[in-house]
């Protein structure tokens, strides 16, 4: 019977896990993956963060190299294993859990390997759960070649012809113009794209951010509000200049797809030989066998990671508390609010 099981290892559980470390309690960290940071070692292979080093850390650890230098992708994946070591934080890999139901001294958590029970749960599984493609995606014929964007990893996978990215997030901006050095790229986007620069007078966007309070603008403030309800810009100005020299053409919303051909919100369509999915993720909680835990809609509900039920949280969702909630520089602060509700309810 442990104090805390916490499922999943990546930069939510991790910090989790920190502060555990502090208590006396007994905690288990569980992740289906082979290797820390395991997650991030399998996306596309130019990925760097826009956050730069000093606002992509977890506690009382810093991430090697210059302070205001953007990691790459394989960076944060080192930074995660290295953390969980520093830390010496339990963890059991390679564990996929299949059901988790309430007991009467707590939960019992049902994996592929073991049984574990529990007296409190902290799901830390993240925003980035499954795919998320349009349902029509299943009607591509095989002489186009798909990939969502959490399995693309370099122009090599691709077919020649033009290609598609379907999605105006930082993810599809990073691949649009990563692939628009080679070949033919149109980028369907459902909404005006709005650019900010990445670094201003000399220093990261998120150190100007951070001066004016708007990472730690809290999601009932006013301030939160508005920029919740905004979509979310991309940062830099390579993808605008892609554009401006039209080397990446601009599509709205796709609608439809009829063998080899795309069709858009103005009615125009468009024949491509490959197209990348930036469409994002859905969560999936289907192991977690406590209906009362969600909304209607099938998202947690919470308060700060806190649910009505007793001994059941939530960590590492976006907007969980504030913008950074489910990014590294944000999630430490929710782990914390949530080991000292766990540490007050539980009167260690």
């Known amino acids: 019977m442990y104090d805390v099981v916490i499922i999943?290892?990546?930069?939510?559980?991790?910090?989790?896990?920190f502060y555990l470390k502090?208590?006396?309690?007994?905690?288990?960290l569980l992740d289906k993956a082979k290797?820390?940071?395991?997650?991030?070692?399998?996306?596309?292979?130019?990925?760097?963060?826009?956050?730069?080093?000093?606002?992509?850390?977890?506690?009382d650890f810093q991430m090697q190299g210059p302070r205001h230098g953007y990691p790459t992708k394989d960076e944060v994946a080192d930074y995660l294993t290295q953390y969980a070591s520093h830390h010496s934080l339990p963890i059991q890999l390679d564990t996929t859990i299949t059901?988790?139901?309430?007991?009467d001294t707590g939960f019992v958590i049902e994996t592929t390997n073991s049984v574990i029970h529990t007296k409190n749960v902290v799901i830390a599984t993240g925003p980035f759960q499954e795919p998320l493609l349009p349902s029509f995606a299943a009607s591509i014929p095989a002489t186009v070649f798909q990939v969502h964007s959490s399995q693309y990893k370099n122009p090599d996978q691709l077919q020649n012809g033009p290609l598609l990215v379907v999605g105006g997030g930082n993810s599809g901006a990073q691949i649009a113009v990563e692939l628009a050095k080679e070949r033919d790229v149109y980028l369907s986007v459902s909404q005006k794209l709005t650019f900010i620069p990445q670094d201003l007078a000399g220093r990261s966007i998120f150190w100007w951010f951070d001066k004016f309070g708007i990472l730690k603008a809290n999601v009932t403030s006013q301030l939160g509000q508005i920029i919740k309800n905004r979509p979310d810009p991309i940062f830099g100005f390579e993808l605008r200049k892609a554009i401006q020299s039209q080397k990446i053409i601009i599509k709205p919303r796709t609608m439809d797809v009829k063998e080899d051909t795309f069709f858009?919100?103005?009615n125009s369509d468009l024949k491509v030989a490959n197209v990348?999915?930036?469409t994002?993720?859905?969560a999936n909680y289907q192991w977690l066998q406590i209906p009362e835990a969600f909304k209607q809609n099938g998202q947690p509900q919470h308060k700060r990671g806190i649910t009505n039920i007793e001994g059941l949280y939530f960590l590492g969702l976006p907007w969980q508390s504030r913008r950074g909630s489910a990014l590294l520089q944000g999630v430490a602060e929710d782990a914390e609010y949530i080991v000292q509700h766990i540490q007050d309810a539980n009167h260690f």
């Open 8 to 17: 999943g290892a990546g930069q939510a559980g991790l910090a989790m896990g």
């Open 264 to 266: 858009f919100q103005d």
């Open 35 to 59: 290797e820390i940071g395991e997650v991030w070692r399998n996306r596309y292979d130019s990925l760097t963060l826009f956050t730069p080093r000093s606002y992509s850390e977890l506690p």
């Open 280 to 282: 994002g993720f859905r």
């Open 276 to 278: 990348v999915w930036a």
């Open 99 to 103: 059901k988790v139901r309430r007991a």
């Open 22 to 28: 502090k208590t006396n309690q007994s905690f288990l």
